[in-house]
């Protein structure tokens, strides 16, 4: 890893502008990641820009270091000579507008220039699209590889780029709960912690937050949910008009896919998400006896074995009849759903799919 860091050290100091990015629909490490990728870069001096898709609001936790834009348009002639993508497991991940750039090296809106492209990243079967790749599936959060980064520099993790790291740990680990839960990862966060980050405070930001509006739709979600394969899947599905009609967005949902895993006995917890245009953004959970990258793979998407995503062009019912038809298989297929398996998949021939 030291020589990635030397050469990555050495494109912040050669970079006059810095554009850090990060994944579409972006989570808490993909935020935190791209947020302490621009506290380095303005370290080196440079002039910097996020690209993020998190609307105008501002984010509710952090306060970014440097103007944040939603696409190319608000860049208004700023044009990288250095691009970090973190958290972002392949060219699609980037979004529409970034994947000429990252497969052919023009800048959007240029004629040809090519920024010099960083690929930071945590997810395994990451092409390494950039022409300095540090990526590292055994890390618990790309936000623990910008962390590590920034010690390298001789940066503590203090102030807003420690915040920065630290959203991204709790929110790949699930507050440090999840089996990619290292004693490296949590080593950085006790240093995080010691260099003064005030939990609670941070906790009442991130997690306390909540609009009455956004607590009454999880509780009807969760009086929605639904069990299959023999409990061995749980299932919730939230139609677009459920959230506009109560003012809400995505990141009011932010969370609860994880939830769906807290039933006894389930395995995989299934969560749909209509969007507009007949689409579907679906996340599946598992504890780490069930590895979710495949089924979702099926669908175009991936992730990480014990969380991954995936967006279908169906509806909601039609997204859930598919992923637990595929789901069911899956689980007959992978050695642990052995032992009680014959019993389950007897018992889960007799529910109807369909009912999530
Ligand atoms: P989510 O369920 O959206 O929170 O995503 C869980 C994990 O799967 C994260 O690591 C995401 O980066 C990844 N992921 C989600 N959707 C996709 C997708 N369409 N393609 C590839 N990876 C995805
Ligand atoms: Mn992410
Ligand atoms: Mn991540």
Known sequence: MQSIFQALEQAFKEAGRVLTAAHIAPDGDAVGSAAALAHIALHFGCETRILLDIGRGGHPVLTLPAPVVSGCAELEGFVPDLVVFADCGDAARAGAEMQPLIKSGGFPGTDGIRPLIVDIDHHAGNPEYGRINLVRPERAATAELVGLFAEYLGLPLSGGLGEAVYL??????????????????????????????????????????????????????????????????SCCLVRKEWLDAAGLGSEDLEGFASRLRCL????????????????????????SDFDVRRPAALFGGGGHASAAGATLNVGPDEAARILLKELEAELRNQSISRGKAGQRSRRSQQIKIGEC
Do not use: P, Q
């Open 168 to 233: 991204g740990l709790v929110t790949d680990t699930g507050n440090f709960t999840f089996s990619n839960t290292t004693a490296d990862c949590l080593g950085m966060a006790a240093r995080i912690v010691a260099a003064g980050l005030d939990v609670a405070d941070f906790t009442r930001r991130a997690d306390n937050n909540w609009s009455l509006a956004r607590m009454r739709l999880w509780g009807k979600l969760m009086n929605s949910v639904t069990l299959h394969a023999g409990g061995a899947v």
């Open 264 to 287: 006894k006995g389930v395995r995989v917890g299934l969560f749909i998400r209509e969007e507009a245009g007949r689409k579907c953004r679906v996340s599946l959970r598992s504890m």
